[in-house]
């Protein structure tokens, strides 16, 4: 029998479909459907992967949605041609911006001044009242009635020959009597029947999902879904044989299926996508202009005369980019930067756009070409009909004008924000499968409390039972099914965090455009796989605090010390930098202030720009999974010697010691060992990467193999260099990339080391960012004898600012003393610190009375200052300015009238004085830092009874040896590739302490680990070189010792 | 100078479990006793009690019981299948705002001895009720109060006593000045800026400029201190017993024959009725008790004590007691008493009585109908377009006659409804309701709402019997309404759960084509089918089920399913 399913929901269907399109195609496939239409409701979200998939499985695939209208009864829309798409992504475009985010909303007269080309199949069930909701539950249930003659003659009248009526049965208790009904409809009407499954899952077990994802929607638990559920588990698609069986009175209507796939000749691969060309003059071409601005750009780059290499990339880029029409798409670009860099922002292209000369020509990256080994081909290749990504960093603050530059230039129907699919998480599908199993709400709450952030099942299990759920019992066992089942599905659509779409024609001819939920803001359907899989080109605009650091560094250098600075400027290989990146002092820098990176540094000591090009680079899954980290650090060490099977593989590796650290190094060694062309060998990387699918991998691992061998290489290092390849293929680095980023290394390594006032007050002020909080950013810089000043009303800004200190004659020897801002107190509002700046003027405010007069201060906010112990300019202390503070009228800056009225006539009685113990707690409690000490400080007496050693004593004591530490988390790691090891940084009052948890040691003490944030821990002493670890045996709850001191320590993966 | 006694009943001080025993607490055998103090009954009871020793017993305007207990219920409600795994609530941790009741022993305390004893008196009849509680006495409410919470042994009944002579006032001045601000009562907000200026006892309170502390943290903090040291009167809430409508008599020599006993209940019944008349309400449960002897052995009782008597009962003697039960509120002394006569004949063979009480326990308030002119006729005749008439013509008035003396013959849980479930398992599709446990006001807006229908009959235009549109209500409870349900798909009888049966099926469509009925074989002449059902999989395992409709030669129809995977055959219903 010829069946095609057009009528199948995915995922996509939020909260609707219960099966992914993968899982639809391949149970299709192995069903002997000829063709599936996945028709997700008023969305073409899922069409790409239904489209990828459908590729791979070679089924036939019809584009297709599922609309809805106000007025009329629901349909489906097959796609049969070029500008039948298009009319579809305009219709649905058009129903989702006139929708809050989310929603779509057509009428009937909308479906026929799009529909000339559709072909459609009408839904026979259907409820007026409900088209507009956000679910179709209650279509199918809560009124829904078969569809009458009237309302499906309009379809007739309008669409004719191309309008169906869809036949579906699902074993219902009055099928026969159904098909009966919808017979005679077809015979009154002569709109035809065609058969279809209605299809919301690829197979049965997936029926308690949807019941789950039914509850979900409807804000209900599964008890109570009644009116939505579907009474049998029989939207899944069926065996041949069970619709031939329920079908066997309309043959017809199954042979219609095929006769409509036949015509859905359609395909995603159809799609032409162009670039905008309008940036080039009118009077030259696009690649002609393009040459023109790299040739420029070239002569500016290299103003002694341009390498020979440089010539020859150039060229050779430039006959590329040309080949595959990308030159509209590098003007854009272009643009973009020049853009940037005339408002003043800070930006850095990055990624493997930075192999590219043209790039670094055309100024949108900084590494210059000469200097690194280029593989164009990670970036743009002639076998990869996939785009080139070009990412730029910007600054984080000022990202927005970019991209509203973007939206004003190209319009909102020429550029939209890439969509990006949001899924179910471990912790969000516990959450929903527990509220729809109907726990109770402190119970789910509980269990996804009680989750680490990444877990795998037998955790998941231990987790619940942990909290009170029986995994074993009938109700933890379905909901341990179910939360596995949920997880990694589709929730909703978000946006991407930069990039943008950008065509020369209307891109809602292209993919539908919808709404935001931040104003200003329209999102494509489709997510940067999306993008990629189709070969649309997107440039991201992302945003990076460290840039914005780095801007106000020289903001303030060029206020304070009248220094001037550029990225460019920074002078180059400074023997001090390195020594403090060789002592780990990395606390804030960019990239290399993580643990990992941190503990690597003085192994690693990188002593010039390379090698901080490597260091980036080398911490990260990749290296780590490929087992390439040891083998370099003992090769840079000189206690084993690189060997190179061959020249070529020399040529490739010479610069990492024969170890590939880098992307390109893994896919020229492809290219060299195995004989892959390069684009064969990014083909193999991106089959490896994030869209895998199964078969693709095996197939290149049998050729890379095959080469080698063929080539005189051993299997050993054949297997070894699949492995680094695989372990390239998501998470490392490009040489490019890990250049770019190395720049903004030592920028930013250079800032601390020379400028470290400056330095923290720029990170501080440019929070959030980076791993570590203010209060480890102030803690750092009193160690680097920084002069940190308290906030305080008449001296302090909204960010933190800097102050001459005593002693400085000029610019070159003048210290400069950090004055913390008044943004570190929690709480407080940048408006209302705003209000009382400009209001003080030149004139100090004298009183906490003047505070409230002259600065329009309200009492909560005066109260909150006073907590923080802001106002020591005259002569208050905590509890006094408090009392002052209580005397104010609430609204008094509502109050004009009453403004000569004093309202603390009284002196302030003698309240009792804040013991030190006191004061820092309620510094930690108002600031989460405190200048007069540090809380452990208080207890250390007890502790040392405990022999609970200092992080500086730490120094001294000898390796091997247990010791008992005690401290403040600071923060907590668990990389993925640590093997199950947490990484936690522990502060006393002398310093920072490090941790190593095993896995073992973390389940065990599990509570204490994830909820308590001040730790005793008893543990063995690690010494390596001047990295020192305690490597945790047991840990105890400091906090009920401490009390009220509640600092949250940052977590990461 | 006052005597006040502060009891408080731990319902928990506040979740820091100062008295200890918070983390016990789900464990505590006497949790149970103690939920019963706090429910609003309860208080009522504590002060019942408590008038033993005091005419004047209150507590403070803070307590707010049933805001705490509707929120407990809000928080325990829907639990289902969690509700195995739902932490045990902690009675005290829902209660913790509860705080205490006071007892003004000014002028009584006299006849017990001093106030040391009768709060020792108070703490052994405490302990004697098993209910652990704090015990104070002080001159004043606050005193009492900070006392009970702050100088009280927490994990015994131990009393504390303040000494409530004037030139002791000095000394007890200085011990309440050792007491943090908290035992003032004050609101969370003033206790947090004390807490922020330093502020901790109530020495270091009292050391501040009154008028500085009113102005910055409000004036309830000034009253406050001024209550507890007696410098400001705090009053009391006092707790009065509720309304009773209780009628009762007991009789001069002992009498016999029913019409006796309903004339006297009738006369008992009179005053009830007038009373209530006159507040604008209605009896809905009546409670009736008799002290009566059977074969000539009479057994005295003590009637007003609700343990006695129950007591009594328990054990099978001579008290009887009944409660009628309405379906709506009324005060119709006719059909009151023609229901006292229908649970009267149950009582069985009387031969004397000695005492009759009747206690209207349960009173609502009555529906406001405007007068017709003609008002005996309103009753039976209905008005066009003002008359209530129940879907079945039946005017409301003798519904609820009907389903009251339904209730009072055959019991409450007897007279129930069916309700239909939107389920997809034909056995949880629809579930029994006592009718008289039904909410009033939305039963009586679904089925006793206003049918306009006499205006068509006064038009002379029948109502249509069934239009499409009343059809297609009727089905849209179910779940199947996707498949367009026909009227005759369901049975009209259930099984309440399925019988299996045996059956023969037809290889190729699984159909029955003869079942085993009423002990012989049955030959399936038609069938429908197979639907089926694919449900319930969070109430146990899941049910999948294929039903057929079949009709057997002698023309009776079933519904019968095939249970999968199993191929057991169940019958679930008839037609008719």
């Not at chain 1, 070409?369 to 000022?398: C, G, K, M, N, Y």
């Amino acid at each position: 029998m010829n069946y095609a399913e057009l009528h199948c929901k995915s995922s996509f269907s939020f909260l609707q479909g219960a099966s992914s399109a993968d899982q639809l195609v391949q149970r299709a496939v192995r069903l002997g459907y000829t063709a599936l239409a996945i028709t997700d409701r008023n969305t073409l979200a899922g069409i790409v992967r239904g489209h990828g998939a459908a590729v791979d499985a070679e089924l036939q695939y019809i584009v297709a949605a599922e609309l809805t209208f106000d007025d009329a009864p629901p349909c489906v829309v097959w796609i049969r041609n070029r500008s039948a798409y298009a009319a579809l992504c305009r219709l649905l475009t058009l129903g989702r911006r006139q929708a809050s985010k989310g929603n779509c909303r057509l009428s009937f007269e909308d479906l026929v001044s799009h529909g000339d080309e559709f072909l459609l199949g009408v839904i026979p069930d259907w409820n007026r009242l409900s088209t507009g909701a956000s679910s179709d539950h209650h279509r199918m249930h809560a009124a829904a009635k078969l569809i009458d003659a009237a309302d499906l003659q309009r379809y007739h009248d309008m669409f004719g020959e191309r309008c169906y009526l869809l036949a579906e049965l699902h074993r219902g208790s009055a099928d026969l009597q159904r098909l009966d009904l919808l017979q005679k409809l077809s015979q009154q009407t002569g709109v035809p029947l065609v058969a279809s499954g209605d299809v919301y899952y690829h197979d049965p077990s997936h029926a308690r999902l949807q019941d789950v994802l039914t509850a979900t929607a409807h804000g209900c638990t599964v008890h109570d879904i009644g009116p939505y559920q579907f009474a049998n588990a029989q939207r899944h698609m069926r065996p041949l044989e069970d619709i031939a069986k329920l079908f066997q009175q309309i043959p017809q209507a199954l042979q219609r299926t095929r006769e409509i796939a036949d015509i859905c000749g359609f395909s995603l691969s159809e799609l032409r996508y162009e670039y905008p060309a309008e940036l080039a003059p009118t009077n030259i071409t696009p690649i002609a202009y393009l040459k023109q601005l790299a040739w420029t750009g070239a002569h500016e780059r290299y103003p002694q005369g341009i390498p020979h290499k440089v010539i020859n990339l150039l060229q050779h880029e430039l006959e590329l980019i040309g080949e595959l029409h990308y030159e509209a798409y590098f003007l854009t670009v272009w643009d973009l930067v020049r853009f940037a860099r005339s408002q003043d922002i800070l930006c850095q292209g990055r990624g493997s756009a930075a192999n590219s000369v043209v790039c670094f020509c055309l100024g949108v990256t900084s590494v210059d070409p000469a200097t690194t080994q280029l593989l164009f081909e990670r970036f743009i290749s002639r076998e990869r009909a996939e785009a080139p990504d070009i990412d730029v960093d910007f600054e984080h603050e000022r990202r927005e004008e970019v991209l509203q530059y973007l939206y004003k230039k190209y319009g909102r129907d020429r550029a939209g924000m890439t969509g990006v699919v949001t899924t179910y998480r471990m912790r969000s599908a516990v959450r929903e499968v527990g509220k729809a199993l109907g726990f109770p709400a402190d119970l789910v709450d509980a269990v996804a409390k009680n989750l680490d952030g990444r877990i795998a099942e037998g955790n998941l299990c231990l987790r619940c039972r942990e909290v009170g759920l029986d995994p074993d019992e009938l109700a933890g066992e379905r909901f341990m099914e179910l939360v596995e089942m949920l997880r990694g599905m589709p929730r909703h659509l978000s946006q991407h965090v930069g990039g943008m779409v950008i065509t020369q024609g209307l891109l809602s001819e292209l993919v539908p455009i919808e709404n935001a939920a931040m104003d200003g803001r329209t999102v494509i359907q489709w997510n940067k796989d999306d993008l990629d899989e189709l070969g649309i080109l997107k440039v991201d605009c992302l945003s990076l605090g460290m840039l914005s650091a780095i801007h106000k560094c020289f903001d303030m250098l060029q206020q304070h010390k009248n220094e001037e600075w550029t990225l460019a400027t920074i002078p180059a290989d400074d023997s001090e930098v390195y020594d403090m990146i060789c002592k780990a002092d990395t606390v804030g820098v960019f990239q290399i202030e993580s643990r990992a990176q941190m503990s690597m540094l003085p192994r690693l000591k990188p002593r010039c720009f390379y090698d901080l090009v490597i260091e980036v680079a080398i911490v990260r899954p990749g290296p780590i999974q490929g087992n390439m980290v040891h083998p370099y650090l003992k090769r840079r060490a000189g206690l084993e010697e690189p060997s190179y099977p061959n020249d070529a593989i020399r040529e490739v590796l010479d610069r990492t010691l024969g170890v590939p650290l880098f992307q390109e190094q893994a896919m020229r060694l492809a290219v060299v060992a195995a004989g892959f062309t390069p684009g064969e060998a990014d083909q193999l990387r991106r089959a490896m990467g994030a869209w895998r699918r199964p078969g693709v991998i095996e197939k290149f691992h049998q050729k890379l193999i095959k080469g080698m061998l063929l080539r005189g290489l051993s299997m050993e290092f054949a297997e070894q260099v699949f492995t680094q390849i695989r372990g390239f293929g998501e998470y490392g680095f490009p040489e490019s990339h890990a250049a770019s980023f190395a720049l903004l290394v030592y920028v930013s390594a250079w800032l601390k080391c020379h400028h470290p006032a400056v330095f923290a007050a720029a990170v501080i002020n440019s929070q959030p960012m980076g791993f570590y909080s203010v209060s480890d950013l102030v803690t750092d810089a009193r160690r680097h004898a920084v002069t940190v000043l308290p906030v305080d009303v008449n001296l302090s800004d909204w960010d933190c600012t800097l102050e001459v200190e005593d002693g400085g004659t000029n610019n070159a020897n003048k210290r400069l003393a950090l004055r913390l801002g008044m943004k570190v107190v929690h709480g407080i509002r940048q408006d209302d610190v705003m209000r009382i700046l400009e209001n003080r003027g030149e004139r100090l405010y004298g009183s906490v009375e003047d505070l409230r007069r002259r600065g329009r201060a309200s009492r909560s906010f005066i109260m909150k200052l006073a907590d923080a112990d802001a106002f020591s300019s005259f002569q208050r202390d905590r509890r006094s300015a408090l009392w002052e503070a209580l005397a104010q009228e609430r609204s008094s800056c509502e109050q004009p009238l009453f403004d000569l009225i004093s309202a603390s006539d009284d002196d302030v009685p003698e309240l009792p004085v804040m013991q030190p113990a006191e004061q820092v707690e309620m510094d930690y409690r108002t600031a989460g830092l405190s200048l007069k000490g540090h809380p452990l400080m208080f207890w250390r007496e007890q502790l040392a009874a405990k022999s609970v050693v200092t992080a500086t004593q730490l120094e001294t004591l000898g390796n091997n040896r247990y010791v008992r530490v005690a401290g403040i988390v600071l923060l907590r790691q668990r990389p993925f590739t640590a093997k199950g090891i947490t990484f936690v940084t522990l502060e006393d009052e002398t310093g920072t302490i490090n941790l190593v948890l095993k896995q073992y040691i973390w389940e065990r003490y599990y509570s204490v680990g994830r909820r308590s944030n001040a730790w005793l821990v008893h543990g063995k002493l690690e010494k390596k070189g001047s990295v020192i670890h305690v490597v945790a045996h047991r840990l105890e709850d400091l906090s009920a010792t401490l009390g009220k001191y509640n600092p949250k320590p940052r977590d990461f993966r | 100078m006052k005597k006040i006694i502060c009891i408080w009943i731990p319902g928990g001080i506040d979740s820091t479990g100062k008295d200890g025993m918070s983390k016990e607490a789900g464990k505590d055998t006497r949790s149970v006793e103690r939920q019963v103090w706090e429910t609003q009954d309860g208080i009522s009871r504590l002060a019942r009690w408590a008038n033993r020793y005091s005419p004047l017993v209150g507590f403070p305007e803070s307590v707010n019981w049933k805001r705490e207990l509707a929120a407990q219920e809000k928080r325990t409600a829907g639990k289902h299948v969690g509700t195995q795994y739902a932490h045990q609530p902690d009675p005290r941790a829902a209660a913790w705002k509860t705080e205490a009741i006071w007892l003004d022993v000014t002028d009584v305390c006299h006849y017990f001895g001093t106030v040391t004893k009768l709060a020792a008196r108070i703490s052994e009849d405490l302990i004697r009720l098993d209910i652990a509680a704090r015990i104070a006495a002080a001159s004043t409410v606050g005193a009492s109060w900070a006392a009970c919470l702050y100088l009280a042994n927490p994990t015994v009944n131990q009393t504390v006593v303040l000494s409530t002579d004037q030139q002791d006032q000095a000394a007890v001045r200085e011990e309440l000045g050792q007491l943090p601000v908290n035992s003032l009562r004050l609101p969370a907000t003033a206790l947090d800026a004390l807490a922020r200026l330093g502020i901790v006892t109530l020495e270091q309170l009292i050391a501040l400029p009154q008028e500085a502390i009113a102005q910055r943290l409000g004036a309830v903090v000034i009253q406050r201190c001024q209550q507890l040291f007696g410098q400001a009167i705090e009053p009391l809430k006092m707790i009065h017993s509720q309304q009773q409508y209780l009628s009762e008599q007991v009789l001069l020599g002992p009498i016999g024959g029913v019409q006796m006993v309903v004339n006297l209940f009738r006369h008992l019944l009179d005053p009830i009725l007038e009373r209530l008349k006159k507040r604008g309400r209605g009896v809905l449960q009546l409670c009736c008790k008799f002290e009566v002897s059977r074969y000539g052995q009479r057994i005295y009782c003590d009637t007003t004590a609700n343990v006695a008597s129950e007591t009594v009962v328990a054990s099978g003697t001579h008290v009887e007691q009944f409660t009628i039960g309405l379906y709506r509120p009324t005060v119709e002394c006719i059909h009151l008493v023609s229901l006292f006569q229908l649970a009267w004949e149950k009582v069985g063979r009387i031969d004397e009585m000695y005492h009759i009480s009747i206690e209207a326990t349960q009173t609502a308030v009555m529906q406001q109908v405007q007068l017709g002119l003609f008002t005996e006729q309103e009753s039976e005749q209905p008005v066009a377009g003002v008359c209530e008439l129940a879907r079945d013509q039946i005017p409301p008035r003798v519904l609820a006659r009907l389903i009251d003396r339904l209730t009072s013959r055959l019991g409450k849980q007897r007279v129930s409804r069916p309700q239909l479930r939107a389920e997809a398992q034909p056995e949880f599709s629809f579930e029994m309701q006592v009718v008289v446990e039904l909410d009033m006001q939305r039963w009586c807006n679904h089925v006793l709402r206003p049918v306009r229908k006499s205006l068509d009959a006064s038009s002379g235009h029948a109502p249509p019997p069934t239009t499409q549109k009343t059809r297609h209500n009727t089905q849209r409870s179910g779940w199947a309404l996707g498949q367009q349900l026909s009227i005759d798909s369901r049975p009209l009888w259930y099984w309440g759960s399925p019988l299996e049966i045996q059956c023969y099926t037809k290889n190729r469509t699984g159909a029955p084509v003869r079942l085993f009925h009423r002990g012989s074989w049955q030959q399936v002449i038609r069938s429908w089918g197979p639907e089926r059902i694919e449900t319930g999989w969070w109430r146990s395992r899941a049910v999948r089920r294929e039903y057929f409709r079949v009709e057997i030669d002698s023309g009776q129809r079933f519904w019968v399913f095939r249970q999968l995977p199993t191929a057991q055959w169940f019958l679930q219903g008839n037609f008719g």
